[in-house]
């Protein structure tokens, strides 16, 4: 178990500087994410041009984990669509919890969250993100749980 | 001229020793000794409290008080013999008064279903502080939206102490119930509960006294303090999960109806008319957790023999060591600075989560407790998402009070 796979510089760096940090009104999607286990709460906010999504901010707070999460995640799927951030999500699932998955040169920045999977209680700080986000495509408004 | 008296000083509490009482304690966690700081949250068992429930199940067990024959005999007598060193643990007048459930919350539902909600109304008012965990809270909304009786709830200030001032103005003609915390599992408060209780029964209001943290850090004389109803769990004590105790006045507990109904509850069943059975087994539907109660007497046995006032004095010399070293600390916070605390060490550190903090501290094999710690609306006054809370036990040492003191600088060190 090795702390510094845990907390990489780039996740430290996202945690003490989030980017995309803050809210806007009106939205075109918006969801609450919480897990009631460690009480961090984040909300995610998307515009949307057509498909694709053309800005996307959260707010919230959480653990490093959490916090770096949603920053690298804001960063990765801006200028996204639907179908891509889908698949996107599908890889950074499978690096926070499968020891076998490979490397994969689409998750670029994200990489830095693989070693995440190396304690399981904190895989869902790195993931309530996405599952807000998702909700927040999905449904336009909502509030997740992780539990 | 004064007599010239020598006093033997009581031999010193040795943790050390007791340490080798209890296997797990010799557990590496990744790559480090345990230090084990959440006993709080369930403490570790001895070595008697081990065997004495292997021995029961090896040789003893049956079910109990259904049997003529050898083992049931031996079962019931197990389990009566277990009710029994209860009920002179709490100073009980009667094994009538010792109910065995499963912990402290089913203790305190069973007296919010069984005495409560058939007595309230609308007009009547139940009063909590803003101390309680859950367990304490959530029974009496369930009785607030079943009977239409109003849920209040005493204040407490930036130290986390009971304000007692606000507390009394708060008890009234109206208050039926009073259900307060022994200790905060929190912030480790202690409460006034003897003046409690006494002010409460001037307006002819009933008490129950959640004792989760209280029991295994002080000496508790249920008819010293007067209390009605005191319910405490058997895996904080040092005893085995699923077995806890409500304590409870013969006279209420007589007068109020059964909560779960089934075999062992019963005297007589026909479809015309049943009888129920006598206390304590009113309470005790289905066959119980026998080698849990077995379990909770030897923890009990245990305790006595170390000494329960030794162990006390043990725990607030840590207690105190820990917050004179974590209040040198500039980037900690002590959350819960009441004057009267009992093993219990909550706090946050700038700029580092508590969850990131847990990580980091069991990374160095240091056990504590991150969260809300099940008392979301203490999180809440104090306008914090979670603490970490080290909590003492019978086993810890100043040994370990440095190893976190150590991890903490390990965590300031990550997130430098």
Known sequence: MDLKELYRDVILDHNRHPRNFGSFEPADGRAEGHNPLCGDRLSVFVRMDGERVADIRFEGKGCAISTASASL????????DRAAIRALFDK???????????????????????????????????????????????????????? | MAANVS????PPYDAE????????????????????????????????VLRAVEDYETHSHANVHRGVHALSQAATAAYEGARERVRRFINARTTREIIFVRGTTEGINLVAQAYARPRLGAGDEILISALEHHANIVPWQMVCEQTGCTLKVAPINRRGELQLEEFLKLLGPRTRLVAVAHVSNALGTVLPVKRIIEAAHGFGAVVLIDGAQAVPHSRVDVRALGADFYAFSGHKLYGPTGIGVLYGREELLAAMPPWQAGGDMILTVSFEKTTYNELPWKFEAGTPNISGAVGLAAAMDYLESLGV?????????????ATAELARLPEIEIIGTAAHKASVLSFTMKGVHPHDLGTILDAEGVAVRTGHHCAMPVMTFFGLPATARASFGCYNTERDVASLVQALGKAREVFA
Not at chain 2, 309 to 321: D, P, S, T
Request: charged share 20%.
């Open chain 2, 309 to 321: 006032e030794a162990i006390a004095a043990h725990e607030q010399r840590l207690l105190q060591l």
């Open chain 1, 73 to 80: 995640m804001t960063e990765a799927v801006k200028g996204k």
């Open chain 1, 92 to 147: 950074v699932h499978a690096l926070l919890t499968r020891s076998d998955a490979a490397p994969d040169g689409a998750l670029g920045k994200l990489a830095a969250l693989s070693g995440v999977r190396e304690f399981p209680v904190r895989v869902k700080c790195a993931s309530l993100c996405w599952h807000t986000l998702n909700a927040a495509l999905e449904h336009g408004a909502a509030t997740i749980s992780t539990e």
């Open chain 2, 7 to 10: 006093l033997a000083a009581p």
């Open chain 2, 17 to 48: 020793r007791v340490r080798h009482d209890f296997p797990i304690l010799d557990t590496m966690v990744n790559g480090h000794p345990l230090v084990y700081l959440d006993s709080a949250a369930s403490s570790q068992r001895p070595l008697a």
